[in-house]
């Protein structure tokens, strides 16, 4: 025979699980941001350390306009670089050179525009150069959700059957084209 007591008993401790959890999880999180400032204090924070799930996975599936606009099938038959920027993004400024060395190195490059005017894309790849042989628009962002985008810029290297197989997160740099981008082109070309 159970006690009139046992139901009680459950309910109560049912509303103290409901109280105390959202603060657990509120705590758990705070406690990761003060880690991460740590390290970041003491230059240990590398934003560029955190993975990507699509590493060895499929492009996601997506169609975007654009100029002309591509979809995830057209990112088949040969290595693609996917750069995501927008114009108002300081970093992407700050990459335009070497992406530009890309291209007349031959790397094919197509661009992605993350929440951006299509005037305002025009405006700025006019002015520092356009290294895309295509480009698309992703103004609500939605595309970028599924690629699991943390920020612009951000480049991919797509292989020839349309698998993820590198990620950087901010500006492309000389060394890392030299060092990781390189290697790969050739390993996939």
Same mark, same amino acid.
């Given at each position: 025979? %159970?006690? =009139?007591?046992? $139901?009680?008993?459950? !309910? #109560?401790?049912? *509303? ?8 657990? &999880? ?36 997506? %169609?975007? =306009?654009?100029? $002309?606009?591509?979809? !995830? #099938?057209?990112? *088949? ?8 920027? &927008? ?24 661009g992605i525009a993350y929440k951006d005017r299509p005037d305002a894309t025009a405006a700025f790849l006019a002015g520092h150069g356009d290294p895309y042989a295509k480009r698309a628009d992703d103004q609500p ?49």
């Amino acid at each position: 025979m %159970t006690s =009139p007591d046992r $139901p009680r008993h459950e !309910s #109560a401790m049912r *509303r103290r699980l409901l109280l105390f959890g959202p603060f657990a &999880a509120v705590l758990a999180a705070g406690g990761a941001f003060y880690v991460m400032l740590e390290r970041e204090t003491e230059g240990r924070f590398d934003p560029r350390g955190v993975p990507s799930m699509l590493i060895g996975k499929p492009v996601p599936t997506f %169609t975007l =306009p654009g100029n $002309p606009g591509f979809a !995830s #099938a057209d990112l *088949r038959g040969r290595p693609i670089v996917v750069n995501w920027f &927008a114009s108002w993004c300081a970093p992407c400024l700050e990459e335009a050179p070497v992406l530009m060395d890309l291209k007349r190195a031959g790397v094919e490059i197509w661009g992605i525009a993350y929440k951006d005017r299509p005037d305002a894309t025009a405006a700025f790849l006019a002015g520092h150069g356009d290294p895309y042989a295509k480009r698309a628009d992703d103004q609500p962002g939605r595309v970028a959700i599924d690629w699991g985008l943390t920020g612009v810029p951000e480049t991919y290297l797509i292989d020839p059957a349309g698998i993820v197989r590198w990620r950087y997160v901010g500006p492309l740099t000389t060394d890392a084209i030299a060092g990781e981008l390189q290697p790969l082109l050739r390993r996939y070309a």
